[in-house]
């Protein structure tokens, strides 16, 4: 084959997941026009239509499909073999992709992640903080963080974190207004910021659990959101309850700002895991960020 040929391959490739000439430049770095170029070259050497586009959107024809799945495994079978190779470099390199929420990125993924890369200068590391799921394979991830509840059971996992907690919250100036709720039924009778989930559209329900009896609750109340640090500055100045992560309201609760309610129905749950798909051989890149993260009690 034709070095030229494998070039403008590769640059199908991209274009092909992609669905979009924009986006295939923006992660290859170069101009979209280049690629339209390189795929029309492409196209009239096989003499074969391989994308359709239209002014919204681009997509693969039957036979660009076609070319389009031989063309994954065979690619995916070079970086494979590229990263093994790297391994009988004296330093670890090479890059590693991740998709993870950004309350785990935060908290779990950036300090292990500083000090890797400023320990590892040949190491790369793309973060790409989504709170909706990721098909890592599709996608092509190396590995996605997660709750280890929301991991498919054909992934491999390793957990990276503790055990985690949710926290009712509220500011002393609503409590000063209105009852205190005693049971999660009782949130039905007050004012609750509602949070949006990304992952599926709708509207959180609080989920509680005591002495083995799961409880999940549809609150209600006047404002909706889905960002965590607004939801806190609300919930602070008095607009409703909040349920968030016990670590996200901690340093409001130290300082007077929140108080929490219905402690006993907030049992723990299964924390963050890295979770990837079944390899032989891990990339060293990546085997060393997965050693890092390791939780180790």
Not at 72 to 99: C, H, Q, Y
Not at 153 to 182: C, W
Request: charged share 25%; with cysteine.
């Amino acid at each position: 084959m034709r070095r030229e040929t494998l070039s403008d391959l590769a640059v199908y490739l991209a274009v092909a997941e992609e669905c979009s000439f924009t986006r295939a430049a923006a992660k290859l770095g170069t101009s979209q026009s280049s690629l339209s170029q390189i795929v029309r070259r492409l196209e009239a050497r096989m003499g074969l239509k391989l994308l359709t586009r239209t002014t919204r959107q681009v997509s693969t024809t039957e036979v660009g499909q076609h070319l389009l799945d031989t063309l994954r495994p065979a690619f995916d079978g070079i970086d494979a073999k590229l990263s093994a190779l790297s391994a009988l470099r004296d330093r670890p390199s090479g890059t590693v992709r991740i998709t993870t929420s950004k309350h785990a990125a935060e908290t779990i993924l950036w300090p292990a992640v500083a000090k890797l890369i400023t320990e590892n200068p040949d190491v790369t590391v793309e973060l790409s903080v989504d709170s909706q799921l990721t098909d890592i394979v599709t996608d092509r991830f190396d590995a996605g963080v997660r709750l280890g509840e929301q991991i498919a059971k054909d992934m491999i996992a390793v957990r990276i974190g503790p055990e985690l907690r949710m926290a009712v919250v509220a500011s002393p100036a609503y409590f000063n207004t209105h009852k205190r709720p005693q049971s999660p039924h009782d949130l039905t009778e007050h004012r609750c910021i509602n949070i949006r989930q990304a992952t599926k559209g709708g509207l959180y329900a609080w989920e509680f659990e005591k002495d083995g009896h799961a409880l999940n609750v549809r609150v209600s109340g006047t404002l909706i959101l889905n960002d965590i640090s607004m939801i806190l500055t609300a919930a602070a100045e008095g607009i409703g309850i909040a349920c968030v992560m016990e670590d996200q309201a901690a340093k409001l609760i130290s300082a007077g700002k929140l108080v929490r309610i219905l402690d006993d129905w907030c049992p723990s749950f299964s924390g963050y895991h890295l979770y990837y798909p079944d390899r032989r051989q891990l990339p060293p890149a990546f085997a060393l960020l997965a050693n890092a993260l390791r939780y180790r009690r």
